[in-house]
């Protein structure tokens, strides 16, 4: 079983439209919970750090951490075309290095 | 800072010639990871160093695979002779020792073609 499960299927969904992301892991280690944002042919980039359990809010995006059912969510709202990305999760364990352990990502299209 | 600095952009080549892809981190940051993706397999880390010294080279897929940090504003990575499976986009990031959370910076990536 992979560390960090995430489906990587696309999502294609027409601008204003709620989208929804998820993944699921093994460690029970992992403390820390990010959110990568990759645009083609760039790099991936931070969109969201959560510490724990519990939701973080930034504008649109809510990222949101439930360590009892090793389950995380990314939500953005009122998608719009710019928003179009891959979307990888990632997390991390204290002491762990700063080694983090990524999903494959979703490929998210917003149809304008 | 300019941020991860990688080159080059993009490298072709044929099977079997050696390939060596650079990397500058971001000054001041103690870990450079080496990651490669594809499609079928998503981000894989291949390698990681702390403080110029390979922590974890589990990821390396063999010995045509190595990696070197002479320095801390430099390393490379190396695949000896290249196969058309390694054809990827290979990525640098930088990270800084915090104890805590571990947002880590990438570069713009190589992309590999091997034909």
């Known amino acids: 079983q992979k560390e960090v499960e995430q489906d990587p299927g696309p999502l294609s969904v027409p601008e204003g439209a709620i989208v929804s992301l998820n993944c699921t892991y093994s460690?029970?280690?992992?403390?820390?919970f990010m959110w990568y944002r990759q645009y083609s042919r760039k790099g991936p980039e931070l969109l969201m750090y959560?510490?724990?359990?519990g939701n973080k809010e930034d504008g649109r995006f809510t990222a949101q951490v439930d360590k009892s059912s090793k389950y995380i969510s990314l939500f953005i709202r009122d998608s719009q075309p710019s928003d179009s990305a891959t979307y990888l999760c990632?997390?991390?364990?204290?002491?762990?290095?700063?080694?983090?352990?990524f999903g494959k990502g979703n490929q998210v299209v917003v149809i304008p | 800072d300019a941020g991860v600095i990688q080159s080059p952009r993009h490298e072709v080549t044929e099977m079997g010639q050696e390939v060596t892809l650079r990397c500058k981190p971001i000054?001041?940051?103690?870990?450079l990871f080496w990651y490669r993706q594809t499609m079928m397999r998503g981000l894989e880390l291949l390698i990681y160093?702390?403080?110029?010294?390979?922590?974890?080279d589990s990821g390396m897929p063999e010995d045509r695979f190595s990696a070197k940090m002479p320095n801390a504003s430099f390393s490379t990575l190396k695949i000896q002779p290249s196969e058309p499976r390694d054809s990827a986009v290979y990525f640098c990031?930088?990270?800084?020792?915090?104890?805590?959370?571990?947002?880590?910076?990438f570069g713009q990536g190589t992309r590999l073609t091997v034909v």
């Open positions: 990031a930088s990270s800084l020792e915090t104890g805590r959370d571990t947002e880590a910076f």
């Open positions: 460690n029970s280690a992992f403390q820390y």
């Open positions: 959560t510490y724990s359990s």
């Open positions: 990632a997390m991390s364990a204290p002491l762990g290095n700063n080694r983090l352990a």
């Open positions: 000054s001041g940051h103690d870990y």
């Open positions: 160093f702390n403080n110029n010294v390979p922590i974890d």
